[in-house]
T-cell receptor
């Protein structure tokens, strides 16, 4: 089955700096890679996703890159703000056979003033 | 219908008791998923339904766990003879399978979860 590894487990940045979170996956058949943000005590919320037919996707201050050959994908947050502080999860799935997502272990991002 | 609804939000039960959780998905979503999340970990897949059919179950789902989605709408997750190791947040999510259409959206919408504590 799919295995997703996520690094780092914690990340502290100053407000205004950039943050990068990296994930690797094991199943070359995986073709859908979403990122979720989870604030303390709240539900995971989808913030951006990418499919395997593109290498990069941007949405304002958030971008995701995908390297299919290396089976890596990364989340980039620019101009970080205190409200970006949360736990971020990457995930992977093969939408052709099953829609279940396999999640990484999460990155706790702390944006300090 | 503004999102995925889960009830109860919190459940405290004694070891050995049975518990049942309910999930009401977004009404037009035909896929429904159950996940379990423990502190400091990502959600772990338990099972999913396409309409009323349960299409996949994780090895994590022991014989004490059963899930149903009888009319393809809401779903229930029952845990029999609860153990302390069952303590976790149980998350439900839904999505719309648009396979075969031009526009595909695989994004899940999660509910707020049911936090189970087994004492």
């Amino acid at each position: 089955g799919e295995n997703v590894e996520q690094h780092p487990s914690t990340l502290s940045v100053q407000e205004g700096d950039s943050a990068v979170i990296k994930c690797t996956y094991s199943d070359s058949a995986s073709n859908y890679f979403p990122w979720y943000k989870q604030e303390l005590g709240k539900r995971p919320q989808l913030i951006i996703d990418i499919r395997s037919n593109v290498g990069e996707k941007k949405d304002q201050r958030i971008a995701v890159t995908l390297n299919k050959t290396a089976k890596h994908f990364s989340l980039h947050i620019t101009e970080t703000q205190p409200e970006d502080s949360a736990v971020y999860f990457c995930a992977a799935s093969n939408t052709g056979t099953a829609s279940k997502l396999t999640f990484g272990t999460g990155t706790r991002l702390q944006v300090t003033l | 219908d503004t999102g995925v609804s889960q009830n109860p939000r919190h459940k405290i039960t004694k070891r050995g008791q049975n518990v049942t959780f309910r999930c009401d998905p977004i009404s037009e979503h035909n896929r429904l998923y159950w996940y379990r999340q423990t502190l400091g970990q990502g959600p772990e897949f338990l099972t999913y339904f396409q309409n009323e059919a349960q299409l996949e179950k994780s090895r994590l789902l022991s014989d004490r766990f059963s899930a149903e989605r009888p009319k393809g709408s809401f779903s229930t997750l029952e845990i029999q003879r609860t153990e302390q190791g069952d303590s976790a947040m149980y998350l439900c999510a839904s999505s719309l399978d648009q396979t075969g259409t031009r526009t595909t959206n695989y994004g899940y919408t999660f509910g707020s979860g049911t936090r189970l504590t087994v004492v």
